[in-house]
């Protein structure tokens, strides 16, 4: 079916039914994104192509740079901590929403007390629940401050919290500013209508800021769930940029004239979650940490990574992305390929005869067929269910099975908080329920003392490989396809930044 696929998208491209740089003309790239957005907010809608939209429509306080990691000014030209609790931040004058008002202290205290109350709904707390609460001291100052000393602040600072305009959401309320969003960002909405959208540049973006100010005048943004369906399109011209392309069709893509395919580094690890606190069934056999251990023996992660992963992937041993600050590899436990062991260690369990699990997966049905069939071959059966994303997780969340094969991107925030401490927290996603590992994240997340935070990370990641809650799988690679006319930088932390894009 593939290759069926693939030839009727190069019959498109030989026909040349829309030119290969139909949007240079006119200043337009056409990107084309598998997920509908159900609102523009980016505290609710935090999905990946969520979070990259958001980047684009609205500024958060400082900006990461993708390259070095660095902090720069966006919406604040200055920081400072006071003291361990309370950092101060300095705003940009000058600044203007998209409707026109003005930016000021007023609308980081709202917006931030806003998404900080749960009763907001706010998708992952984890990101701002951190926050104490916020200080205006003048209309260009505004002091954060913390709930305990958090030395990832400016991280999720840089990464996580946008900032909203305090007048106009107050006017519409949070349901229609989901869908009419305004922002400070470099592109605003222009139209929204079925599965496209339309973004233009803001023309009164400032200059100075970490962004830049945009090349491209106009994005159209196309809803395309099906990756057939956007490999043809990008193959014949009428769109311009795509992501997610499957590794078995990076070959075919390469030889198209008109396109530049590339395999990026990802901050994004996969990995498989164990019910291990027996959530789903209070007599799991998960609960059983051989048997725990046993899928861990089960899985050829190499053999998946050389054949299905491709490009930079690695194999991973610890439940974090190695570069991350607090991801010491050297602690894990480590579990080689091993069939004959995890047979072994079913039988010690009492589970000669197999087992029967219910797992879900979402993004890559090659890789998790590849790990069911792993498994059966120790004698254990994973009745696997391909959902989208949102709804794969909110199984596991709703602990509606026993094993999750997935990934996570931690927000693309660089430190282990953001990977470790999304899962081990007590939360709907820790279905591990250690709370020995739940505190050493706790505390490494409080204390500011950088040499004893990665000891606390060391003493989790060896609590929780030692344990065996995750099958750690592998680093993902993410594969972009587009126009060679397209000047485009992939980045490590899977947010593709438009406004630094232009045509050639």
Not at 2 to 15: D, H, P, Q, T
Not at 407 to 414: E, L, N, P
Not at 481 to 489: I, P, Q, S, V
């Given at each position: 079916?593939?290759?069926?696929?693939?030839?009727?998208?190069?019959?498109?491209?030989?026909?040349?039914?829309?030119?290969?740089?139909?949007?240079?003309?006119?200043?337009?790239?056409?990107?084309?994104?598998?997920?509908?957005?159900?609102?523009?907010?980016?505290?609710?809608?935090?999905?990946?192509?969520?979070?990259?939209?958001?980047?684009?429509?609205?500024?958060?306080?400082?900006?990461?740079?993708?390259?070095?990691?660095?902090?720069?000014?966006?919406?604040?030209?200055?920081?400072?901590?006071?003291?361990?609790?309370?950092?101060?931040?300095?705003?940009?004058?000058?600044?203007?929403?998209?409707?026109?008002?003005?930016?000021?202290?007023?609308?980081?205290?709202?917006?931030?007390?806003?998404?900080?109350?749960?009763?907001?709904?706010?998708?992952?707390?984890?990101?701002?629940?951190?926050?104490?609460?916020?200080?205006?001291?003048?209309?260009?100052?505004?002091?954060?401050?913390t709930k305990t000393p958090f030395p990832v602040a400016l991280e999720y600072i840089a990464?996580?919290?946008?900032?909203?305009?305090?007048?106009?959401?107050?006017?519409?309320?949070?349901?229609?500013?989901?869908?009419?969003?305004?922002?400070?960002?470099?592109?605003?909405?222009?139209?929204?209508?079925?599965?496209?959208?339309?973004?233009?540049?803001?023309?009164?973006?400032?200059?100075?800021?970490?962004?830049?100010?945009?090349?491209?005048?106009?994005?159209?943004?196309?809803t395309i769930p099906d990756v057939a369906t956007q490999i043809a399109e990008v193959i014949?011209?009428?769109?311009?940029?795509?992501?997610?392309?499957?590794?078995?069709?990076?070959?075919?893509?390469?030889?198209?004239?008109?396109?530049?395919?590339?395999?990026?580094?990802?901050?994004?690890?996969?990995?498989?979650?164990?019910?291990?606190?027996?959530?789903?069934?209070?007599?799991?056999?998960?609960?059983?940490?051989?048997?725990?251990?046993?899928?861990?023996?089960?899985?050829?992660?190499?053999?998946?990574?050389?054949?299905?992963?491709?490009?930079?992937?690695?194999?991973?041993?610890?439940?974090?992305?190695?570069?991350?600050?607090?991801?010491?590899?050297?602690?894990?436990?480590?579990?080689?390929?091993?069939?004959?062991?995890?047979?072994?260690?079913?039988?010690?369990?009492?589970?000669?005869?197999?087992?029967?699990?219910?797992?879900?997966?979402?993004?890559?049905?090659?890789?998790?067929?590849?790990?069911?069939?792993?498994?059966?071959?120790?004698?254990?059966?994973?009745?696997?269910?391909?959902?989208?994303?949102?709804?794969?997780?909110?199984?596991?969340?709703?602990?509606?099975?026993?094993?999750?094969?997935?990934?996570?991107?931690?927000?693309?925030?660089?430190?282990?908080?953001?990977?470790?401490?999304?899962?081990?927290?007590?939360?709907?996603?820790?279905?591990?329920?250690?709370?020995?590992?739940?505190?050493?994240?706790?505390?490494?997340?409080?204390?500011?003392?950088?040499?004893?935070?990665?000891?606390?990370?060391?003493?989790?990641?060896?609590?929780?490989?030692?344990?065996?809650?995750?099958?750690?799988?592998?680093?993902?690679?993410?594969?972009?396809?587009?126009?060679?006319?397209?000047?485009?930088?992939?980045?490590?932390?899977?947010?593709?930044?438009?406004?630094?894009?232009?045509?050639?």
């Amino acid at each position: 079916m593939k290759s069926v696929l693939f030839a009727s998208a190069v019959a498109m491209s030989i026909l040349g039914s829309v030119p290969a740089t139909a949007g240079k003309s006119d200043s337009t790239l056409t990107v084309a994104l598998k997920e509908e957005f159900p609102n523009f907010d980016g505290y609710i809608n935090a999905s990946r192509d969520g979070l990259v939209l958001t980047r684009h429509i609205y500024d958060m306080l400082i900006y990461r740079d993708p390259a070095t990691f660095d902090y720069k000014p966006l919406l604040a030209t200055e920081w400072n901590q006071v003291d361990d609790l309370t950092w101060e931040f300095k705003l940009r004058e000058g600044v203007t929403f998209h409707d026109g008002s003005a930016f000021t202290a007023d609308d980081v205290v709202f917006t931030l007390e806003k998404y900080g109350d749960p009763e907001t709904g706010t998708r992952y707390m984890s990101s701002i629940d951190w926050i104490d609460r916020v200080e205006k001291v003048d209309d260009y100052t505004v002091r954060i401050i913390t709930k305990t000393p958090f030395p990832v602040a400016l991280e999720y600072i840089a990464n996580s919290l946008p900032i909203y305009p305090s007048d106009y959401y107050q006017e519409v309320g949070m349901e229609e500013f989901g869908q009419k969003p305004v922002g400070t960002g470099p592109y605003r909405i222009e139209s929204s209508s079925g599965n496209e959208l339309l973004l233009k540049a803001h023309a009164d973006y400032y200059e100075g800021g970490g962004k830049g100010t945009p090349a491209i005048e106009t994005l159209k943004i196309r809803t395309i769930p099906d990756v057939a369906t956007q490999i043809a399109e990008v193959i014949g011209g009428s769109v311009d940029w795509m992501w997610n392309l499957p590794a078995d069709q990076v070959p075919q893509l390469q030889a198209v004239p008109t396109l530049k395919v590339e395999l990026g580094s990802t901050m994004r690890i996969a990995m498989i979650l164990i019910d291990a606190a027996a959530r789903k069934n209070p007599d799991s056999p998960l609960a059983d940490l051989r048997v725990r251990q046993a899928l861990n023996h089960a899985i050829d992660r190499d053999t998946i990574v050389k054949a299905l992963v491709g490009g930079d992937g690695v194999r991973l041993d610890v439940p974090c992305y190695p570069a991350q600050f607090g991801c010491e590899t050297d602690a894990a436990v480590v579990y080689d390929y091993d069939p004959d062991k995890a047979r072994a260690l079913l039988k010690e369990a009492g589970y000669a005869d197999g087992l029967s699990f219910e797992m879900s997966s979402y993004r890559d049905r090659p890789r998790a067929e590849a790990v069911q069939s792993y498994l059966s071959e120790i004698g254990v059966s994973a009745d696997l269910e391909m959902l989208q994303a949102r709804a794969s997780f909110s199984a596991w969340r709703e602990a509606k099975i026993d094993l999750w094969y997935g990934d996570a991107g931690s927000f693309s925030i660089g430190d282990a908080d953001a990977s470790i401490g999304n899962f081990f927290n007590g939360s709907t996603n820790d279905g591990f329920g250690d709370e020995e590992v739940n505190e050493l994240i706790s505390e490494a997340a409080a204390t500011t003392d950088q040499e004893k935070r990665k000891q606390l990370y060391s003493d989790a990641i060896r609590l929780i490989t030692e344990r065996a809650y995750w099958v750690p799988m592998h680093t993902v690679v993410m594969g972009y396809a587009y126009n060679k006319g397209l000047e485009f930088t992939p980045s490590v932390d899977e947010l593709p930044r438009f406004f630094h894009t232009k045509w050639k």
